[in-house]
C-alpha cells in the first residue's frame, strides 16, 4: 500500500489525510469527495521554486492552474510565490477573483478569442503565450485600439516526441500548439513581432507533453530551441531574456509509474540551458517552468461509498461506487490507472481482485480494473489516490450528476472549498418552453 504525503492509517485504523479521518469528512460532508492535502501541495511547489532559488538562477515556476483551478487553489499559489498559467478566460476570472497578482500571469491557449485577449490586457497580465497568426494580428490590433503594450512569449513546437500518451503529447510537428519550429513559422511570427512597437517578446516557450517521466525531452527541446535562438541572434540580433519549457513532470499513480524527484528535473533543464549558453556564447535567460500535475496530483484523494456488486462467474466482479467518469473521466480518456484502498478498515486483508464502476450509464465508465481488495461492503469508503490533477478540473455533469465538493486538510483542520453541486444548480440555466410547442 503506498501513501501519499500526510496520509497514513490513524489509531482508528482508518485513513487519514492532513490530520483528518477520512470517515469523519465522509460522514460531514458525504461522497463522493475530493480532499486535497495542502501541505504535500506546499512541498511540492517548494520542491520546484527551492531548487531554482538555490541555484541561483532567475526562474519563474507557474502553475499550471487547468489541473485543478478553484479560488482557493489561486490563493495557496499565491501564498507560495509562484506565477500562475491560465488557459481561458475562465482560469483568468477565477485567478482575478482570488486576487492573484495579475503581473505574474500568463495565458496560454491555442484559439484565444478576442473577449479572452481584451480580458488579458484590461487586467496587465504578465504575460500573454501567442500561440498562431491569427492571435498575433489580433493582438497587435488590440493592443492599437487600446494604445497598450504587452509582453509575449512565442509558443513553439520544437519537434520533441515524448514518450506519453498520444492525447497528452504536445511538442510533436503534427500537434495543433504553436508554431513550427523548423519550418520557418517560428520565425515569422517572431519578425512580425519584433516589428510591432505594441509587442515585447520575451522569449519562447515549449511544451513537449504531459505526465513525463525522464528529462530526455527537456533537453531535446533546450538543444532544438537553443539551435534556433543561435540563428536568431546571429541573423537579426535576437536575444532571448526567457525560455519557457512547460510543465508535464511525471507522477507516480501506480506501482509502475517511477517519477524523478522536482528538483532532478530542474537541476537538469538548468544544466542543459547553461551548456546551450556557453555553447553559443550567450546571456542565461530566466527559466520559466509550468508544472500542474506535479503540484496537485498526488495531494488529491477521492473518497466514495460503496454500493452495488455484481459477479460475472469466473470473469470478474463489478464494485460500484456513488461517481465514476463524472468526477474523474482519465480511466475512460486516457486509460489511466489508480491505486485505492478502503479508508473505513484500510488494514483489513485483500481477499479478491475486482474492478470498480462508476455510475454512470456507459460501460466505459470504469475506475479502476483488478483492484486488490478485502470483500467491500456495502457503504464501505474507497479512497482513490492521487486523483489531485485534471478529477476536479475535467469534471463533468454526464447523466445529471452533481460534482462533488472539495476540502482542504492540513494540520488537523478541514475547509470546504467547493460546495457539492445540488440539483438546482444543475438546472440553473435550463430555460423553460414558455408554451406547450406540439411537434
Ligand atoms: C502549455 C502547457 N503548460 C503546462 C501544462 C501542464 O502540464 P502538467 O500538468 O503535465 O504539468 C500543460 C498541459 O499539458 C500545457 O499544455
Ligand atoms: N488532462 C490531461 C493532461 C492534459 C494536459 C494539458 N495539456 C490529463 O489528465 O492527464
Known amino acids: 500500500m503506498h501513501f501519499y504525503g500526510s496520509a497514513k492509517i490513524n489509531n482508528r485504523h482508518h485513513l487519514e489525510i492532513g ?46 492552474s487547468k489541473a485543478f483551478s478553484t479560488i482557493a487553489m489561486v490563493q495557496l499559489v499565491k501564498e507560495e510565490g509562484l506565477s500562475l498559467d491560465v488557459v481561458s478566460g475562465g482560469e483568468l476570472y477565477t485567478a482575478i477573483a482570488a486576487q492573484f497578482p495579475t503581473e505574474k500571469i500568463h495565458f496560454h491557449g491555442n484559439n484565444k478569442s478576442i473577449e479572452e485577449l481584451k480580458m488579458a490586457l484590461d487586467y496587465q497580465i504578465g504575460c500573454i503565450v501567442v500561440d498562431n497568426f491569427l492571435e498575433l494580428h489580433l493582438l497587435m490590433d488590440l493592443c492599437e485600439q487600446k494604445d497598450t503594450k504587452t509582453q509575449i512569449l512565442l509558443r513553439v513546437t520544437p519537434g520533441i516526441e515524448a514518450h506519453t500518451h498520444d492525447y497528452i503529447l504536445t511538442g510533436q510537428e503534427d500537434s495543433k500548439f504553436g508554431f513550427d519550429l523548423q ?27 504531459s505526465q513525463i517521466f525522464d528529462t530526455t525531452g527537456f533537453v531535446l527541446a533546450t538543444k532544438k530551441i537553443f539551435e534556433k535562438l543561435n540563428e536568431w541572434k546571429s541573423g537579426f540580433g535576437y536575444i532571448s531574456t526567457v525560455l519557457n519549457l512547460g510543465g508535464g513532470f511525471g507522477i507516480r499513480y501506480t506501482q509502475e509509474d517511477e517519477p524523478i524527484p522536482a528538483s532532478s528535473y530542474v537541476e537538469e533543464i538548468i544544466s542543459e540551458v547553461k551548456n546551450q549558453v556557453v555553447k553559443y556564447n550567450m546571456e542565461l535567460p530566466e527559466i520559466w517552468i509550468e508544472p500542474g500535475r506535479s503540484l496537485v496530483g498526488d495531494a488529491g484523494t477521492t473518497l466514495y461509498k460503496i454500493g452495488s456488486t455484481k459477479e460475472v462467474p469466473d470473469v470478474r466482479k463489478y464494485v460500484a461506487v456513488d461517481g465514476g467518469m463524472t468526477d474523474n473521466i482519465r480511466p475512460a480518456l486516457y486509460q489511466a490507472k489508480y491505486e485505492a484502498v478502503l479508508a473505513n478498515r484500510p488494514l483489513d486483508e485483500v481477499e479478491e481482485k475486482v474492478s470498480i464502476a462508476g455510475k454512470c450509464c456507459e460501460s466505459g465508465d470504469m475506475l479502476i480494473w483488478d483492484l486488490p481488495l478485502p470483500k467491500a461492503d456495502n457503504n464501505d469508503v474507497l479512497a482513490v489516490f492521487c486523483t489531485g490533477a485534471y478529477g476536479y478540473s475535467m469534471s463533468n455533469n454526464y447523466n445529471r450528476i452533481p460534482r462533488p465538493p472539495v476540502v482542504f486538510v492540513e494540520n488537523g483542520i478541514t475547509q470546504l472549498v467547493v460546495k457539492r453541486e445540488s440539483f438546482d444548480d444543475l438546472i440553473r440555466l435550463d430555460v423553460a418552453l414558455k408554451e406547450q410547442v406540439k411537434l
Do not use: W
Not at 20 to 33: A, I
Open 19 to 64: 490530520g483528518v479521518d477520512t470517515v469523519e469528512l465522509v460522514e460531514k460532508y458525504g461522497t463522493p469527495l475530493y480532499v486535497y492535502d495542502v501541505a504535500l501541495i506546499r512541498e511540492r511547489a517548494r520542491g520546484f521554486r527551492d531548487t531554482f532559488k538555490r541555484l541561483g538562477i532567475k526562474a519563474q515556476v507557474a502553475y499550471a
Open 183 to 209: 519550418n520557418g513559422q517560428a520565425e515569422k511570427a517572431l519578425r512580425m513581432a519584433l516589428e510591432s512597437d505594441r509587442l515585447e517578446v520575451l522569449g519562447v516557450h515549449c511544451h513537449i507533453g
